[in-house]
């Protein structure tokens, strides 16, 4: 845990007040909405209409009576979940989720329970006890909740109260649980769902069976009834592991792995239509700036240059790789002024291209021009 001393650090991320909007003009549905209470947690119908919109008053009523309130994947809703989200995982190549937890004074919202990502607290306001467990099991993949195993929780190992400002990680795997001390608290997780090896081998696996016919083979008859030669069986097993070591494609499975993150990454278009409309004005003094948290991948493959960013490849001829770099490096700079061997015209041709795919943007005047330059300092 991170103890910030400072009950405003996160004043620019979420408020009491933006819970509230969310709740009473986002026009939220089960299960963007659940309510949670320890081991009886109140039923759907408890709270929403048949058609599965929420019934607000009944949520208040529950609340008041130490409900806790959950808002899922709220990163798709609120436009500052949704650029903390993209931030993390331009950096981290990651996948990030974010829950927000509104819990009564003196309450708790779930029993004892592991997840199956990690999990980052911020406390927001008020403040909350946490206690964590020993664990049987040892980070565990996605499908392979607690409830579903045969394994319980052993003794205390810590024990913390996180207050508005601060900041907790808990592993995936670790048990758990929270309780709001004697005022409300109000804390969101980031959910880290980071990918395994396990995923990455069986994607290596899968694209090497595309090339090998010896992965396409049927297995022996009557392996479903347990009648067919075993060692046989077993000899071409070990001969098939051998040659996937000698086979398996590591950089193909990487570049498969990145280009997948960024087709299903979700992407900040906003004022997308705004930046298209004003291209006829862009000029070698206009100033440009790679989208923050645009996530992307840039493959050379002969004479070009491949740009995978959200679901498109775009191409451009390899000269353009210095001045290519230059404007997506994340540094604010005139278009005139992006590098490399192309002459005017054809940097703003460029500059021009990359807004109209959504990576770069024309923002405005030297002081907007110096904002960018801190915060990407």
Known sequence: MVSRNDPGAYRDLLSLDEVDRALTTLNLSYPEIRLARGDQPPKSADYTFPDGRIDLLAVTKLFANGVTIVLDQMQRRLPAFGALCRDLESELGIAFQTNIYLTPPDAGGFKVHYDTHDVFVLQIAGSKGWELFESQIELPVSGQYHDLLSVEPSK????????????????????HQARASGELSLHVTLGAMVRTWCEFMLE?????SLRDVAFRHALPVGIGTGQF???QAEKEFHSLLRRLAERIDFEGTA????????RTHDGALRDQLVQVAALKDLSGESI???RSGAVRV??????????FHLNTAIEFPAHVEKSLS???SGAPMRVAEMGGELD??????LARRLIEEGLLLKIDGDETMRRHSRRSA
């Open 229 to 231: 030669d075993r060692a």
């Open 298 to 307: 840039v493959e050379r493959v002969a004479d070009k240059l491949i740009v």
């Open 288 to 290: 440009v700036v790679a």
């Open 255 to 262: 570049r498969s792995f990145s280009k997948e993150f960024v």
């Open 204 to 208: 290596a696996i899968s694209e090497l």
């Open 156 to 175: 205390v190992t810590h024990r913390f109260t996180v207050h508005a400002g601060d900041f907790a990680y808990i592993p995936r795997g670790i048990y």
């Open 326 to 328: 230059a404007a997506l």
């Open 344 to 349: 005017l015209a054809g940097k703003i041709a």
